[in-house]
Nanobody
Framework: QVQLVESGGGLVPAGASLTLSCAAS????????MGWFRQAPGKERRFVAA????????NYADSVKDRFTISRDNAKNTLYLQMNSLTPEDTAIYYC?????????????????WGQGTQVTVSS
């Protein structure tokens, strides 16, 4: 079965950088759009970034554009999220997800497999 395992979260000060990873198994990773979402305490899960199967197209939420970079290594079946200039507003559980559809989609309903999440906490 499909397994997505996130790692790389932690507690960092404001202004720091962090890179999240998502190791995928049980699927032909290079065939699928992948995305990152996040859920802050008491809030709904929200789109962060997405990347098409070959990495040719990306999509970002306005709140992270120019600070976050999504990338993938299909040879390693791994998805990444490079996060720079972190602020306390970036504090959330970050989830990676796999979409069966084409295009760098931003809708939660467009993704059908999810990881367990990794906590990112940014202190002020």
């Amino acid at each position: 079965q499909v397994q997505l395992v996130e790692s790389g979260g932690g507690l960092v000060p404001a202004g720091a950088s962090l890179t999240l990873s998502c190791a995928a198994s049980g699927l032909t990773f290079s065939s699928y759009t992948m995305g990152w979402f996040r859920q802050a305490p008491g809030k709904e899960r929200r789109f962060v970034a997405a990347i098409t199967c070959n990495g040719g197209r990306t999509n970002y939420a306005d709140s992270v554009k120019d600070r976050f970079t999504i990338s993938r290594d299909n040879a390693k079946n791994t998805l990444y999220l490079q996060m720079n200039s972190l602020t306390p507003e970036d504090t959330a559980i970050y989830y990676c997800a796999q979409s069966p559809w084409g295009g760098p989609r931003s809708g939660i309903v467009d993704y059908d497999h999810w990881g367990q999440g990794t906590q990112v906490t940014v202190s002020s």
